[in-house]
């Protein structure tokens, strides 16, 4: 019930940020759903492994694959699909925590939060690095064939 | 000779032309392999053209191809970036279509300019649903319907000011800036005002608008593809970009604890 309820809160969030980002009009439905698997994966991936890192790199991973997909598809440029997607999982949160902690003069927590804050953006780097060179792997082996 | 003459401006319309797709592209936030695989690709479509070649960066672009043994070159500085994903689209259409088919070069410039031009959604439309994303954000990260109800307004009001300021042309780190004190500003009168309940997640869900995704993503692409110029400039427009709204957020994180507001 409560990732059901993730998932509608996310894609009518994806859905804003792509129109603000102002991506086309048949497409705002699809990014929708890319970026509602992408932020479900985090919420799972990261009370599973209980790191929001981990669960980032996931979900970063699973936007990026299903954008490239849709992009392969629907014959549009990837980030499209991808940047709407990206948004949520920003480490907006992280990096008002941070603050907040240095401003109360906590820090230890100011270090533990940005840390982690850094390293979530490391993990969005990498999941978009992961899935767009594997798509475009799987390109050039199609390529040859 | 005539005719040698009339193909010599030909191949300066199509340079132009490439130029031309180039900059909208650039300008609304493509990643830069994009950029000079679009502007090789028109170049080489017509007339025999062996060598056309594009360096592109995050501020500007140069071209150039040789036409019967002449060089020619073509620079754009580009100074403003806004997102608007939907021209790329459009442009990377024009570009298959021009490609392969027989479209004249002054029909294509044409086309092109009124491509410029197109609108997908009215600024109004952009801010509403804009700030509908922030709001929504605020439910995921467990808010209450007021919290839903005091970030919406919150962010309608900070977008709607960045716009503001963005027309007068300043340069993203006070854009920023001035939209995270007002995020944080009126997050905070909200939950004074009893609007909202949890002020952590207001300030969390409108700082959300402000956020540098787009950057973010387009760095890590144009680093994959090998132009590590424009990588490392987009990431560092990333970086200051987080860093203007957490002074932002800080600075009146702080005042308010001095019990100020």
Known sequence: MVIIKQFIFSFLSTIGFAVLFSIPKGSIIKSGIAGASGWVTFYISSMYFE???????????????????????????????????????VPGAGMYYTMLALVEKDFYTAANKG??????????????IVSTSLSSSIKRVKHKG | MDFNENNKSEAKKILLLSALAGEIMLKNGAET?????????????????KYADAFVTTTGIFVS??????????LIRIK??????NKINLVNEFSREFVNSDMSISKG?????KINKVNNYSSWIKTLFGSLACAFFSLLFGGTFLDFISSYLVSLIVLISVNRIDKYKMIFFVNNFIGAVLASTLSILATKLGIGENMDIIIIASIMSLVPGVAITNAIRDTISGDFISGLSRG?????SALAIAFGVGIVLNVYFKGMI
Do not use: W
Request: aromatic letters at 12%; proline letters at 3%; hydrophobic letters at 50%.
């Open chain 2, 109 to 113: 410039l044409e086309k092109l300019k």
């Open chain 2, 236 to 240: 560092m427009e990333a970086i200051f």
């Open chain 1, 51 to 89: 790191s929001h890192v981990a669960g980032t790199f996931f979900a970063a991973i699973v936007v990026g694959i299903l954008g490239e997909l849709l992009a392969r598809y629907y014959k549009k440029p990837a980030t499209v699909y991808i940047i709407p997607g990206i948004v949520p999982l």
């Open chain 2, 65 to 74: 191809l040789e036409y019967q043994g002449e060089m020619m070159t073509y």
């Open chain 2, 80 to 85: 403003s970036i806004k997102i608007d994903l």
């Open chain 1, 115 to 128: 840390t982690e804050t850094f390293f979530i953006a490391a993990a969005i780097s990498i999941g978009i």
């Open chain 2, 33 to 49: 392999y994009r950029v000079e695989d679009t502007i090789e690709r028109i170049c080489k479509s017509r007339m025999n053209i």
